[in-house]
Nanobody, 119 residues
């Protein structure tokens, strides 16, 4: 019913920037999947929510990305973005897009995109 496809990951040096995109297809609004978010999972660690945004534009961030990452969405394009600035090696992880009716969004997941930050 709903598919999420991430793009924009890659290799970047510390201090650099990347923008991740997640395009949704299917009936996200009919299913009331109001919240979209980005998680990340580093090797040996649990998957954690990094940022989330509601259909109305309200955002939440985990403390350690505040001021560096910005989540946004385009409801017409059904796409959510994660602008990541001032990247650090500890930001290295697989980043997953997800959507759900409420936060934290967990109903549908993308396949993940690798972000690697070199020192």
């Amino acid at each position: 019913q709903v598919q999420l496809v991430e793009s924009g990951g890659g290799l970047v040096q510390a201090g650099g920037s990347l923008r991740l995109s997640c395009a949704a297809s299917g009936s996200i609004f009919r299913l009331n999947l109001n919240v979209m978010g980005w998680y990340r999972q580093a090797p040996g660690r649990q998957r954690e929510l990094v940022a989330a945004i509601t259909s109305g534009g309200s955002t939440t961030y985990v403390d350690y990305v505040k001021g560096r990452f910005t989540i946004s969405r385009d409801n017409v394009k059904k796409t959510v973005y994660l602008q990541m600035n001032s990247l650090k090696p500890e930001d290295t992880a697989v980043y997953y897009c997800a959507t759900g009716a409420s936060s934290p969004p967990r109903s549908y997941w993308g396949q993940g995109t690798q972000v690697t930050v070199s020192s």
